[in-house]
């Protein structure tokens, strides 16, 4: 069973940045595709990003892509949601989680050993 702790919200202003760390335990992290979500208040959780196991193949959905970046060190069993020039839009509660079945990266049923989250707040 692999364990998944995020770090590195907080509040910022708007144009800001933050790094999302993700530190798994547990199991061999080196062989797992990772994803990032977030959810808002009253919304469904969506994707943000996420990045193949061994080749390190990144996917973004179309609202982050050319602000943020999602990359992983095996070495430190940790992924990293990178999230440059922030809108207030930004602000959620950001996951991360193991993808556990084949299917689209972008589909939050094929993840599971989600972490607890972190909050993000971008103010205007």
């Known amino acids: 069973q692999v364990q998944l702790v995020e770090s590195g919200g907080g509040l910022v202003q708007t144009g800001g940045s933050l790094r999302l760390s993700c530190a798994a335990s547990g199991r061999t992290f080196s062989s797992d595709d990772m994803g990032w979500f977030r959810q808002a208040p009253g919304k469904e959780r969506v994707f943000v990003a996420a990045?193949?196991?061994?080749?390190?193949?990144?996917y973004y959905a179309d609202f982050v892509k050319g602000r943020f970046t999602i990359s992983r060190d095996n070495a430190k069993n940790t992924v990293y949601l990178q999230m440059n020039s922030l809108k207030p839009e930004d602000t959620a509660v950001y996951y991360c989680a193991r993808k556990v079945l084949i299917g689209r990266d972008n589909f939050p049923l094929n993840y599971g050993s989600w972490g607890q989250g972190t909050q993000v707040t971008v103010s205007s």
């Open positions: 990045i193949s196991s061994s080749e390190g193949i990144t």
